[in-house]
């Protein structure tokens, strides 16, 4: 059981607060409802420039890395198609250090032009070393274009194009971040050797002055259903070929998503999985063979990746036909009542060891908070998972003309 306190300013920003005195610590998570989906379709990647832009100075402060440093600190972020999260870890005798270095930035960036300059250069660098000079880097860019049509899921966090950030004016660096980054579109977790009467004390002190903004409001299209298979084929400097298979599903919060959640880690969860005992030792076909679920808030990807030992026609039509009988067994059988118990208490067993660490138990009490969930009710809803539930949700998203096929294969 996490013990946890709540708050909530007149800003309509939140807190919620979870003691630990095993350490001398503390960890602050400022989680933002701002993501790739928030973004312009001729201006995409912009939500992951912001997650450097929120390090570059703000209103009162030049340097929070300096600052947070000085206070024997470290902080990083990360942004997805739905969320940008940041967090600092420092000792807790300095907490208010992180809260106003995350309160000014959350009041507002300085928008000087050399600031964006910097960043944009160091985003587009990133660009081309993740996406263009590694292998495989741009096999989001082709499954999210062949799995989303509408959706602007279509586009990966990183942005669809170098020249998207490189058009980036201050102005829209201005209009994204009234936009979005606001006091009743954020979260605030702080964890470690506090108390929370104080902590909340705190964020008043720190927070509470920041006025509420009007919130741009989602207004793209849900993606069509898919009623044909696709498929692409794309080459690259590969050492072996790929081959994703993706099947649209249901987004976060729902049975669906949950089964699937599940369901990945019975085909491919550690040497005990299907995948592992019937693909990788049972034939010479695969490099390795994975299963996972997108985790997105709105319509995600079921998927299955794998990595070929040969690169001929034969091979990849051999190793889809070997995975779509592991998928067909899932839809005719389902999983045994031992396996869904095995990945339950897989899943319980690393979901508790992880809230252990103050960090990762205050990255998950933000998520609860922003999905307005109990982080204590989350397990038994997998708990309550039986394998016709695991049976019946890979029924209804493995489907033949749902299917999204990707062959990546070296150039010639």
Request: with cysteine; glycine share 4%; net charge negative.
């Amino acid at each position: 059981m996490v013990e946890t306190e709540s708050f909530e300013l007149d800003n309509g920003l939140r807190l919620i607060v979870s003691p630990d005195t095993s350490t001398a610590m503390a960890a602050v998570n400022v989680l933002y409802n701002v993501g790739g989906r928030d973004e312009d379709p001729e201006l995409t990647g912009l939500a992951h420039l912001f997650e450097h832009l929120m390090f570059a100075g703000s209103a009162n402060i030049a340097s929070f890395d300096g600052e947070l440093q000085r206070a024997g600190g470290i902080s990083n972020a990360w942004t997805s198609n739905d969320f940008t999260n940041f967090y600092d870890v420092l000792p807790a005798q300095n907490l208010s250090t992180a809260l106003w270095l995350e309160s000014d930035r959350m009041l507002s960036l300085s928008f000087k032009p050399e600031a964006l300059e910097v960043q944009r250069n160091v985003v587009i660098e990133e660009f081309k070393q993740q996406c263009l000079n590694r292998p495989y880097g741009d096999l989001s860019h082709h499954l999210n274009s062949l799995v989303y049509k509408e959706h602007p899921y279509r586009y990966p966090v990183i942005g669809k194009e170098p020249g998207h950030i490189e058009r980036v004016k201050l102005d829209d660096i201005r209009k994204f971040f009234y936009a979005h980054y606001a006091p009743n579109n954020a979260v605030v977790a702080v964890t470690g050797n506090v108390e929370p009467a104080q902590v909340a004390e705190e964020f008043a002190r720190w927070f509470g002055n920041i006025p509420r903004r009007e919130v741009a409001p989602r207004t793209y299209k849900p993606e069509p259903l898919q009623t044909e298979a696709r498929i692409k084929r794309v080459s690259g400097n590969v050492p072996y070929t790929s081959v994703a298979l993706a099947y649209p599903m249901s987004g976060y919060g729902t049975e669906q998503y949950r089964a699937l959640d599940l369901l990945t880690d019975i085909l491919a969860n550690g040497r005990s999985s299907r995948f592992y005992r019937d693909l990788l030792m049972a034939t010479d076909l695969y490099v390795d063979a994975d299963s996972s679920i997108l985790g997105t808030e709105e319509e995600g990807m079921f998927l299955v990746n794998m990595r070929l030992m040969r690169n001929d026609d034969a091979t990849v039509e051999e190793a889809i036909r070997r995975v779509d009988e592991q998928l067909q067994m899932m839809i005719e059988q389902g999983p045994t009542e031992y396996e869904v118990e095995r990945a339950f208490n897989r899943m319980a067993s690393n979901v508790k060891f992880s809230y252990l660490n103050y960090l990762s138990k205050a990255q998950a009490l933000a998520m609860a908070l922003m999905h307005n969930e109990d982080i204590n009710a989350i397990l038994p809803q997998y708990k309550e998972l039986t394998p016709e539930v695991l049976r019946r949700a890979a029924r209804e998203v493995i489907v033949d003309t749902r299917r999204n096929t990707l062959i990546y294969s070296p150039a010639d």
